[in-house]
């Protein structure tokens, strides 16, 4: 059982900065508010995640291939629309909406974002800013800058309603962390993912289609939203035009939070749970604690970037080791340069004979 823990614990090496946070923060609030250890504010606490939550997972996966998706926010409000139109004035069934909406998420994501990133080779920020901008405008063309109160069953229960005693949210963050453990650890798209990310010139040496791999990626992150738009409708019971621009800037600082690296190539979907764990627990216990909206802003923020300095310079810490442990094992010992002399003035004289 102590391998277990062990093998546990150095699994968590990569965001443990970060679990440290949380266990420190969750503790400090677990004692100074009564209230933040009860049930209800800790299921509101999750629930209140649940959009940023499967929206960082999603991005955890484009992030290790060495990207971000700006768009992910106006994808969630596209959505949105979408299901009020599709609620409010078809005879479509409410569980094909769903469907469809991650459906129209996934192919923004690989037919926009990952066919012009991948097979064009054009710069991640500026096409995921693009595809945003584009959203946007068509979000507010479609709703006429209007929202749309959405009154259905299916999307109150993906929303709000419970499951087995539990917010439906919460069944979804944890099956959608599953989902996306076992895409990362047990598959091969997951392997050609951490390839691409570390160098993309070595991942097709290797025989990886690096092209299929980032529209794949941009393919999750999108389904990931449409998920997650179908969430935020069901939370609020309205489709609203307005983008929240602030959701994919906060899911990134959360995947970066939880030790993926910038570049590429390093981290996973569990540090992300973790980083997406202490953006919540923060924003909780300051509302609990009776800190303006305002303030909670500015101390997240502050916090936020403190934290992802924290793990860069731990991260550049573990590289300089690693280069150190590379150059020592490349430099000669005495013994071999002695025994390199030898051999090459025996060679000379054998030569000379």
């Not at 049930?39 to 996966?61: C, D, E, H, P, Y």
């Not at 934290?307 to 573990?318: D, I, K, T, Y």
Request: charged content about 10%.
């Amino acid at each position: 059982m102590s391998d277990f823990w062990r093998r546990l614990w150095g699994s968590t090496r990569h965001f443990r900065p970060a679990l440290v946070l949380v266990i420190v923060l969750f503790a400090v609030f677990a004692a100074t508010q009564p209230a933040f250890l009860g049930t209800r504010n800790l299921q509101n606490m999750l629930t209140a995640v649940a959009v940023l939550w499967v929206v960082s997972i999603g991005m955890t996966f484009v992030t290790i291939t060495g990207g971000i998706d700006l768009s992910a926010g106006a994808t969630v409000a596209l959505v949105g629309i979408f299901i009020g139109k599709m609620v409010n004035y078809t005879p479509v069934p409410s569980w094909v909406t769903i469907i469809l909406c991650v459906v129209i998420g996934v192919a923004i994501g690989a037919l926009i974002n990952g066919a012009l990133i991948g097979r064009l080779g054009m710069s991640f920020f500026v096409v995921t800013l693009a595809t945003m901008t584009a959203l946007t405008g068509v979000v507010n063309l479609w709703s006429n800058s209007q929202t749309d109160t959405v009154a259905d069953a299916a999307i109150a229960w993906v929303g709000v309603d419970r499951t087995l005693g539990m917010p439906t949210p919460i069944w979804i963050m944890i099956v959608v962390f599953l989902v996306a453990l076992f895409v990362q650890n047990r598959t091969h798209f997951g392997r050609d993912m951490y390839a691409v990310g570390g160098s993309i010139a070595a991942a097709r040496l290797s025989g990886i289609r690096v092209e299929r791999t980032v529209m794949a990626a941009y393919a999750i992150v999108g389904g990931c939203a449409g998920l997650a738009g179908v969430i935020a409708v069901g939370r609020i019971g309205a489709a609203t035009p307005q983008v929240d621009g602030d959701l994919p800037l906060q899911a990134a600082a959360a995947v970066l939070l939880g030790g993926t690296a910038l570049m590429g190539g390093s981290g996973g979907v569990g540090g992300t749970a973790v980083g997406v764990l202490f953006i919540g627990i923060l924003q909780n216990g300051l509302s609990i604690s009776g800190v303006q909206s305002y303030w909670q802003q500015v101390v997240t923020g502050v916090i936020l970037v403190a934290a992802v300095l924290g793990e860069r310079f731990n991260g550049r810490g573990r590289g300089r080791r690693r280069w150190f442990g590379e150059l020592a094992r490349m430099r000669p010992r005495a013994g071999d340069a002695e025994q390199e002399e030898a051999e090459s003035a025996e060679s000379v004289g054998t030569k000379a004979d």
